[in-house]
C-alpha cells in the first residue's frame, strides 16, 4: 500500500499547515480522510469522505467514524467504538493491515483499509488522530472473480459433457474478463 503511505504523509503534512490552509490540502487527496479528537469526535473530514461513506459526516456528533455502519471483513457488525480509529487511540498505537466494510444509509458497502495514526501535541501527548480510507472493494472483487474463474477450470477438467464444458468455460472466461476490467479501474 505504497500510495496509502504516501497519501497519508500528505494528510499530515497538510495537518501541520496552517489551519485554513488544512482544509484544502485534505479536500485535494482522492481519499477519504478524516480527523478525530483524543475522545473519537470527528473534528474534519475532507471531500471524499462524503462518497465514501454516503452521508455527510457531523463534525462534533460523529464519533470515531465518518461512516453509518461499520462490520469486520468477515461480516460481523462492527461498533463505533472498537473500530479500528478507537482502538488506535485507546491502545494509543497505529492500525494497519485490518480490513472492514462500511455501509452506507442506502445499503451499499464499500470494502476498506483504515490507516488510523495517532496526532500528537509538542509534549509527546496523544490529541487526537487521523484516518486515510483506502477503498478496496473493486481489488478485492476482482480477486473474487479470478477464484470463481478457477473453480469453473477445475470443475471443467472433470466434466465429459462438452454443453456443460464450454458453458464452465464461458462463464470462467465471462468472470476473468471482468477481473481485468476491474483491475485497469484501479
Known amino acids: ?8 504523509k500528505s494528510a499530515l503534512g497538510a495537518i501541520s499547515g496552517p489551519s485554513e490552509a488544512m482544509m484544502d490540502a485534505l479536500d485535494a487527496l482522492p481519499a477519504a480522510i ?7 469526535n470527528v473534528t474534519h ?14 463534525p462534533g456528533r ?33 492500525i494497519r493491515g485490518v480490513e472492514a466494510w462500511a455501509e452506507r444509509p442506502d445499503g451499499s458497502r464499500v470494502r476498506f483499509l483504515p490507516f488510523p ?7 509527546g501527548n496523544v490529541i487526537g488522530a487521523v484516518n486515510l480510507l483506502i477503498d478496496v472493494t473493486d481489488r478485492r472483487r476482482a480477486d473474487d472473480l479470478r477464484d470463481q474463474a478457477a473453480r469453473c477450470r477445475r ?27 476491474l483491475a485497469r479501474l484501479n
Not at 500500500?1 to 497519508?8: G, H, K, R, T, V
Not at 470443475?155 to 476490467?181: G, Q
Open 155 to 181: 470443475l471443467s477438467s472433470s466434466v465429459l459433457d462438452r454443453r456443460t464444458l464450454d458453458a464452465l468455460n464461458d462463464m470462467a472466461n465471462e468472470y476473468e474478463a471482468e477481473a481485468e476490467r
Open 34 to 40: 478524516y480527523l478525530t479528537d483524543i475522545d473519537g
Open 45 to 58: 473530514y475532507n471531500r471524499a469522505c462524503v462518497p465514501f461513506a454516503g452521508r455527510t459526516p457531523r
Open 117 to 123: 495514526t495517532l496526532l500528537f501535541d509538542d509534549g
Open 1 to 8: 500500500m505504497e500510495s496509502a503511505e504516501f497519501l497519508l
Open 62 to 94: 460523529d464519533r470515531w467514524c465518518v461512516t453509518w455502519k461499520l462490520f469486520t471483513a468477515e461480516g460481523e457488525a462492527l461498533p463505533h467504538d472498537r473500530c479500528p480509529m478507537a482502538v488506535a487511540i485507546k491502545q494509543g498505537r497505529e
